[in-house]
């Protein structure tokens, strides 16, 4: 499904700021898999999830999606088989436009546009009835300005216009992060339930270790721009928050892990 | 001064408000629906002005035609600055100031001096009054014998209305709705797969055609085409867009928005003849719009900074 190989990345070569981001990174996800992404602050996880998405360019190695080579190409062209949730709520819908016209521009991804009426009266229908899942309300307000809603109900929107065609490739980047607890669990119960339902391959970035272990098939821990460990099925769910904890401390040298990852 | 001078006054700034009206038209793309300010279209318009007049004048050509080729010079000058922008990153004001200055020299080759007159030729105005006083003549209606600038106001009313139309149809269509997105959220719109270089280029490209055609337009209704007739152009599309968002901004629909840049157009040239008519040295009128304009941007920061300051109170309210 997903193949990355021997990825690198440094942002800001031959300058003061140099920074290793990713350092020769291996992955490899089969169809279907969930796979949740943990490690302290700088460890990579979002800038291995911009170099699928191609947001910057890897600097070496090979990213492959479905046996297609898609190292090189630019971002707009691999929306066709991504879709993605940014951590901030204000990134991943048009505030100006409305909720319908955000999902239209959503179930577009990665067609080409033509000059076909934006969208279509059956189209609508079926953004009532996906809004209605979401148990927001939202199918009587299609007409709004995605600027009027919450963060929350923003975030919502932004997850069902990613998967509102199926993506070979689901990317989360703590898309829950900027919700109150409340929220975020609804959001996290919703991806739950989405990427069950469609049997969606997805790679999720989260501070919440129990989340990680609760959630997907799989997990894997980052530090310094490497995998530093990698569990999946029967072994992950035996996993505790105190067994990766230690991993973390193991990782970075004992330094007690951050703050951040204690807390949750 | 009587009052049927004054009137025509008034009415020649109504036509010549609704011909501007296409270059805000122009403006509105780029500055409202990309949130871009572009300042190409100083170049752009005297550009369109200075085409269409050396086509008429030197080549003979059908005025009608002369206005294509117009709207097909500002689009490549819009282009210019959409590659400068898009393809090497250059920031989208400093794009549009490279393109206008370049522009001003381009304008003075293609016209060989800095002003020329439309005199003994034919406009698409000149070519309906003749129309209409030829029918007069041939059926004896008199009622069918126009002058010019009522000939020029409906002329530019149709167009105008044309490119409203045509302009709601765009951005109705999945094109369209990918440009309004990107103008909206950038990053967004290129995780749905949208190349926005190409949009950006797109929304450049036709704004600037509108200003071309705009220009042309201007230079067959007063009668010249003048090196420095854009100067300015991108205030007064500026002030003519705020202008009509004060008067029609309560209308929400995309229509009335078009609408309301054209009626602010009008406006503006409203104004404009009136404090003429009062004495005010017409060089003064940029000063005045560069005002508007300011003080339009300014007063919603303002208003905004004193609320926050005056609800400030030692003591929290009771809740
Ligand atoms: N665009 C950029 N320019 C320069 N440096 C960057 C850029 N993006 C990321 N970095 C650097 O790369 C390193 C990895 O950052 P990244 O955002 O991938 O971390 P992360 O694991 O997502 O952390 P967090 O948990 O804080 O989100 C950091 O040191 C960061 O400063
Ligand atoms: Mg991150």
Request: proline share 2%; glycine share 10%; hydrophobic share 50%.
């Amino acid at each position: 499904m997903l193949t990355v190989k021997n990825v690198y990345k440094t942002f800001n070569k031959g300058t003061i700021n140099e920074k290793k981001a990713l350092c020769g990174l291996d992955l490899h996800l089969e169809p279907g898999d969930f796979v949740t992404i943990i490690g302290g602050n700088g460890a990579g996880k979002s800038t291995l999830l911009n170099m699928i998405a191609g947001v910057y360019p890897i600097d070496n190695g090979m990213i492959e999606i479905d046996g297609v080579n898609i190292s090189r190409q630019p971002e707009h062209e691999r929306a066709k088989y991504i879709g993605r949730v940014f951590q901030d709520p204000m990134r991943g819908t048009a505030a100006g436009m409305e909720i319908q016209e955000n999902l239209a521009l959503a179930y577009r991804r990665g067609q080409k546009r033509t000059l076909k009426w934006g969208i279509s009266k059956k189209e609508k229908e079926l953004y009532a009835q996906k809004l209605q899942i979401l148990g927001l309300g939202l199918e009587s307000r299609m007409t709004s300005k995605v600027g009027l809603l919450s963060g929350g109900q923003r975030q919502a929107l932004t997850l069902l216009m990613a998967t509102l065609i199926d993506p070979k490739l689901l990317l989360l980047d703590e898309h829950t992060a900027a919700l109150d607890p409340k929220t975020a669990k609804t959001v996290l119960e919703l991806t739950e339930k989405i990427v069950e339902e469609n049997r969606l391959t997805a790679l999720m970035v989260t501070h919440n270790m129990k989340d990680a272990i609760r959630l997907g098939n799989r997990l894997i821990m980052m530090h310094e721009g490497k995998i530093i460990y990698d569990v999946a099925g029967e072994e992950k769910k035996k996993l505790h928050v105190s067994d990766l904890l230690a991993k973390f401390e193991e990782a970075s040298g004992g330094e007690f892990a951050n703050d951040r990852m204690m807390l949750s | 001064m009587n009052v049927s001078g004054v009137l025509l006054a008034m009415q020649g700034a109504v036509s010549q408000g609704v011909l501007w009206g296409i270059m805000v038209l122009g403006v509105y793309i780029t500055y409202k629906i990309l949130d871009i300010a572009d300042l190409t279209v100083d170049g752009s318009f005297a550009l369109g002005g200075c085409v269409c007049a050396v086509f008429v004048v030197e080549k003979g050509m059908n005025p009608l035609l002369a206005l294509v080729i117009a709207t097909i010079a500002g689009m490549l000058a819009g282009a210019v600055t959409g590659i400068l922008h898009t393809l090497f990153d250059i920031p989208a004001i400093l794009a549009g100031i490279l393109t206008q200055i370049g522009l001003w020299s381009i304008n003075l080759r293609i016209m060989g001096k800095s002003n020329v007159p439309l005199l003994k030729v034919d406009t698409i105005f000149s070519r309906i009054v003749d129309l209409f006083a030829g029918l007069s003549e041939s059926t004896g209606a008199q009622w069918l014998g126009f002058r010019q600038t009522s000939v020029s106001l409906v002329i530019g009313i149709l167009i105008a209305v044309l490119v409203i139309v045509f302009l709601y149809w765009l951005f109705g269509t999945e094109i369209g709705c990918a440009l309004r997105a990107t103008g909206n959220n950038e990053d967004m719109i290129r995780a749905l797969g949208v190349n926005t270089k190409i949009t950006k280029l797109l929304a450049l490209t036709i704004s600037n055609g509108l200003v071309g055609l705009s220009g042309a337009l201007v230079c067959q209704s007063q009668k010249y085409a003048d090196i420095g007739m854009g100067t300015g152009a991108i205030v007064i599309g500026l002030a003519a867009i705020v202008i009509g968002d004060v008067l029609m901004g309560r209308l929400k629909s995309f229509g009335s928005k078009l609408t309301s840049a054209v009626v602010g157009s009008v406006v503006y040239f409203l104004i404009r003849a009136v404090v003429l008519q009062l004495g005010m040295d017409a060089n003064d009128m940029k000063l005045l719009s560069a005002v508007i304009v300011a003080l339009a941007l300014c007063i919603p920061v303002a208003v905004g900074k004193w609320r926050i300051w005056k609800s400030y109170s030692e003591e929290g309210p009771t809740c």
